[in-house]
């Protein structure tokens, strides 16, 4: 069984400059989180998605947007970079089946760094 | 809704034990548990589904009062593998964690 896999492991951009951020989720996993984590809090709630439709939004502005592909695999978009958006982007996949929830599978995450 | 987490940070010596709290200001269906060490990402420990529910794994274990909308975390005889930070995660449609426990085992 495979786990969760992000990619790039470490970003450094320019502030006003568009980022994109991959995840592949776990092997059986339908449902995909994003999580930004900043140095010392924790992970806060971007967005989910469930079946390549998000169900779900945390505090953040739109020019964070994501997609769902078929094979469950997502990306996370961040637009107009602000130096605030530096961060550990988290993202986790989990198994909604039956309404019955299953723990979390987090990857290692992308060290963003906006100068 | 974050929830809250006490305390903060704890500090203990090997093989002794802690409890770290995880309250709600909404009602709770579910309860997660997760640790995670420096530069890692979280580990997913445990996942509270009942009123009154108690679960364990290893030496620790969690027990979740959905009345009171509150789990704690239980960690008895600390190793030194147990250093971390400690999230609980409270699912309604979303998993939202709390803003961490810091734990240290000293030798």
């Known amino acids: 069984e495979t786990g969760v896999t992000q990619s790039p492991t470490h970003l450094i951009k320019t502030r006003g400059q568009q980022v994109t951020l991959r995840c592949s989720s776990q092997?059986?996993?339908?449902?995909v989180s994003w999580y930004q984590q900043a140095l010392g809090q924790g992970p806060q709630f971007i967005f989910q998605?469930?079946?390549?439709?998000?169900?779900g939004r945390g505090n953040f502005p739109p020019r964070f947007s994501g997609l769902q592909f078929p094979n469950y695999s997502s990306e996370l978009n961040v637009n107009a970079l602000e130096l605030d958006d530096s961060a550990l982007y988290l993202c986790?996949?989990?198994?909604?089946?039956?309404?019955?929830?299953?723990?979390?599978?987090f990857g290692s995450g992308t060290r963003l760094t906006v100068v | 809704q974050q929830p809250v987490q006490s305390p903060q940070a704890v500090i203990l010596r090997e093989g002794e034990d802690a409890v770290i709290n995880c309250s709600s200001s909404?009602?709770?269906?579910?309860v997660h548990w997760y640790r995670q060490k420096h530069g890692e990402a979280p580990v997913f420990l445990m996942i509270?589904?009942?009123?009154?529910e108690q679960k364990g794994h290893d030496k620790i274990s969690a027990s979740f009062n959905e009345k009171k909308q509150q789990s704690s975390l239980y960690l008895t005889a600390s190793q030194l593998s147990y250093s971390g930070t400690y999230f609980c995660?409270?699912?309604?449609?979303?998993?939202?964690f709390g803003q961490g426990t810091e734990l240290s085992v000293k030798p």
């Open positions: 995660g409270t699912v309604r449609g979303k998993l939202i």
């Open positions: 986790a996949s989990s198994s909604f089946q039956s309404y019955r929830p299953y723990g979390y599978t």
């Open positions: 998605y469930y079946r390549e439709e998000e169900n």
């Open positions: 909404k009602a709770l269906y579910s």
């Open positions: 509270l589904l009942k009123g009154g």
């Open positions: 092997s059986g996993h339908n449902t």
